[in-house]
């Protein structure tokens, strides 16, 4: 059986509508999942409770999916079989952000549960490689696309983000702590006339099965919203929410989604 460790936003109930056989919906207590009822509820106190319940249901496979933040830790409530991942905890809580699902990631593989991946589950969350947006990108934005997967891979050694604002090959943000839709909304106060791109992309060396970038419709009424004219996601890592809705908010606001080839 699957569970489906669910995040707050709209990927967790995409990927369990694609899913034959329904998962069960475990989430983080403060963070739970879009429009997607939740069986079990849980506290970082209590993982290790539920670890017997994953265990007891038949859970052999486990997915991350939506975005959780790091909650505080009440110590006093930490129950009796939560105690021996405390040192875990206690790691990924003082980790950025890869090194914390790091060793979420090994918590559930310790407990003898497999660790997979979104996009592998539901390969269709990823576009194909190309532009299949009216507004095609032009030279510029070829050479600013490739400056921004510099900016990303540097950004990595840091790991500060998965994405940024790249115009006539300078970077004009990056995202960090408050995510992509908080950077672009400080876009709004930029003081020339627009132009440029957002460029989002896994980080170099990331343990794709979780944390993979994701975009929708909202991202693009966000960028345009920046006065940008097109985003690039790389192809193969960035998963693209209700697809239909965010290639007409392309074609309707005139921007250009380019879906890029890594190489």
Do not use: Y
């Not at 249901?57 to 105690?83: E, F, K």
């Not at 407990?111 to 592998?120: F, I, L, Q």
């Not at 390969?123 to 507004?135: F, N, T």
């Amino acid at each position: 059986m699957l569970a489906l460790i669910a995040g707050s936003g709209a990927l967790p109930g995409e990927l369990a509508a694609r899913l034959d056989v329904p998962p069960l919906i475990c989430a983080l207590e403060g963070f739970a999942p879009d429009d997607l009822a939740v069986d079990v509820t849980f506290r970082l106190e209590t993982l290790g409770t539920l670890l017997a319940v994953l265990r007891d249901n038949g859970v052999s496979q486990v997915c991350m999916a939506g975005a959780i933040g790091r909650p505080r830790i009440d110590p006093s409530a930490i129950d009796g079989a939560t105690m021996p991942l405390v040192p875990l905890i206690q790691q990924a809580m003082a980790s950025g952000d890869d090194g914390a699902l790091r060793a979420a990631i090994s918590i559930f593989e310790q407990a003898g549960m497999r660790v997979g991946g979104a996009h592998e589950l539901a390969p269709d969350l990823l576009l194909p490689a190309g532009c299949p947006s009216v507004a095609q990108p032009g030279d510029s934005d070829r050479a600013d696309a490739a400056r921004g997967a510099e900016i990303v891979a540097a950004m990595s050694a840091a790991d500060i983000g998965q994405a940024c604002v790249v115009q006539h090959r300078q970077a004009l943000a990056i995202e960090a702590t408050f995510g992509t839709d908080w950077m672009l909304r400080c876009l709004s106060t930029r003081p020339d006339a627009g132009g440029g791109l957002l460029f989002k992309a896994p980080k170099p060396g990331q343990d794709r099965r979780v944390d993979l970038p994701t975009i929708g419709p909202d991202t693009i009424t966000a960028a345009c919203a920046g006065g940008l004219g097109g985003v690039v996601i790389e192809a193969g890592g960035v998963i693209v929410l209700d697809q239909s809705a965010t290639l007409a908010e392309c074609d309707r606001l005139g921007l250009f989604l380019w879906v890029r080839d890594a190489g």
